[in-house]
């Protein structure tokens, strides 16, 4: 979603196995910190998603900013010929028509958590100040929310996850890409619930889907 670094997620690419080019795209490739900051950046109480480029620098960008971007990087893949995409975030973007199969994370977890019949979920944010538009966006479920980035360190998600132990939420999920699978099982054992990471699920579906 932000840097296209393909290192950055060698572990998801691996799930696609050898069987699969996978081509790994940023919305804000070739852009610098400054200029990011300057004009992708949330405004006061704007919506945003969190990343991090090149430098190991965290960045927030605006979330109708992010959508702009998106539906540009969609256009650009169709255009080389790519058209099976998964959007590598969980924030909310609109349907956009491709030639191909495009998962959008936000609309697959809630089918799942409808399917499973949860009703009461926890969900880990990157940053306090998402908290209010996650509530919206997982009204349906009953959510209980926290913050702790995957961009920091590992304790503060055990420390977070633990916060659910006694909470009356049946799973918890990660609710940003940059949370891996291990970072997960540090969340289950931390808090002796059932933890779902979009990172790992997601591009396991893509992969069925166009195998």
């Not at 961009?151 to 633990?162: C, G, L, P, R």
Request: aromatic content about 8%; some cysteine; charged content about 30%.
């Amino acid at each position: 979603m932000g840097s296209g670094n393909s290192e950055k997620v060698k572990d998801v690419i691996e799930i696609f196995e050898d069987e699969i080019n996978v081509n790994v795209s940023g919305i804000v490739d070739g852009y610098t910190y400054e200029y990011i900051r300057e004009n992708l950046w949330p405004k006061e109480n704007e919506s945003f998603i969190v990343s991090k480029i090149k430098d190991n620098k965290d960045i927030m960008l605006s979330g109708e900013k992010a959508k702009q971007l998106v539906s540009l990087k969609i256009q650009e893949l169709e255009d080389s010929g790519i058209h099976n995409i998964l959007i590598f975030c969980t924030g909310h973007f609109e349907k956009v028509k491709t030639k191909g199969c495009i998962i959008i994370p936000e609309n697959i977890i809630y089918g799942l958590l409808l399917g499973l019949g949860i009703s009461g979920v926890g969900i880990i944010v990157p940053e306090e100040e998402q908290i209010s538009d996650s509530l919206k966006q997982y009204s349906d479920f009953n959510p209980i929310i926290r913050a702790a980035s995957p961009y920091k360190d590992m304790d503060n998600i055990s420390k977070v996850a633990e916060e659910f132990r006694e909470e009356n939420v049946e799973l918890i999920i990660t609710d940003c890409m940059g949370f891996t699978e291990e970072m997960g099982e540090i969340a289950k054992k931390a808090s002796g619930k059932n933890v779902i990471v979009p990172r790992v699920f997601l591009p396991t579906i893509m992969r069925s889907l166009i195998k």
